[in-house]
């Protein structure tokens, strides 16, 4: 059984609509969360050993609230998981229609084991199509913005740019291919940011005019969550949310 410990509890107190606090431990589960969908994406487990639960918290509003608890060993450079959390509204946007896509997210480790290996990332799909699953046939891009990278892991392929400032923090830019989509990565070059408040176009903007991606691209997907390698953690995420403004 999840056991919360007290932040998590007055954070959850702070949340109005929260009825109970629901849990989710299968392989591929999800949750509704208000505007959101929680997803415990466990895709990579069978290449380790080891658990993981998400809870939701609670949602009021466009804001929400969960955690998850993972504990991971073996195959230190396979990701077992993404749990994840899913805007339900902030997607089928073309980038150049986009007028702002602002966001929050505060999160912490309220416990971790020496050395993990995990990311604390959004993850963004752009397509052709006004809608698409993330990670398919109609996915062109991921967009993934790392605000942690612990334990020496590294984005998909390789490193174009260091130190670019976009939304007042610097980022390291890396790019590669996976499956029929390129990946772009934007990793902090300052270390962890736990209480991130940006606009999200200023990112597409860079994308658009830096590195050829088409404004014709639609946005189909905004999750964000953590990439789990090994070790154990207790990541809350205490709130967070996203939008998307059409012009
Ligand atoms: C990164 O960029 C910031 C802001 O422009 C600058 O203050 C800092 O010195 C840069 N760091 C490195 C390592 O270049």
């Known amino acids: 059984m999840y056991l919360f410990s007290a932040s998590a509890i007055a954070t959850a ?5 929260l009825c109970s606090a629901q849990t989710l431990s299968g392989q591929f589960t999800c949750a509704p969360a208000g505007e959101y969908t929680l997803c415990q994406n466990l895709w990579g487990e069978l290449s380790g050993v080891g658990s993981q639960s998400s809870t939701l918290v609670g949602n009021s509003g466009n804001a929400v609230s969960w955690s998850t608890n993972w504990n991971w060993a073996n195959n230190p450079n396979n990701v077992k998981s993404y749990a994840n959390i899913l805007s339900n509204t902030a997607l089928g946007v073309q980038l150049d229609n986009i007028a702002s896509a602002p966001t929050s997210w505060s999160w912490s480790y309220e416990s971790q084991s020496q050395g993990i290996r995990a990311d604390v990332a959004y993850d963004i799909w752009f397509g052709t199509a006004p809608s698409g699953s993330p990670a398919t046939k109609g996915s062109s891009y991921e967009i993934m913005i790392w ?3 612990l ?3 590294q984005p998909v ?5 260091s ?3 976009i939304a007042g923090h610097q980022w390291d830019l890396w790019t590669g ?3 029929n989509w390129q990946v772009f990565s ?9 209480n991130f408040n940006a606009d999200l176009q200023e990112f597409f903007s860079y994308l ?4 050829g991606v088409a404004p014709t691209q639609f946005v189909q997907a905004i999750q964000t969550g953590t990439e789990a390698f090994t070790g154990s953690a207790v990541l809350l995420t205490s709130s967070y949310s996203v939008a998307i403004n059409s012009k």
């Open 186 to 194: 934007f990793k902090t070059a300052n270390g962890d940011i736990t």
């Open 177 to 179: 291919p996976n499956s």
């Open 163 to 165: 130190n670019v400032t």
């Open 13 to 17: 107190l702070s949340f109005a609509t």
């Open 157 to 161: 392929g390789s490193q174009i740019l």
């Open 208 to 211: 658009t005019e830096n590195e």
């Open 147 to 149: 605000l942690s990278g």
């Open 151 to 153: 334990g020496g892991i």
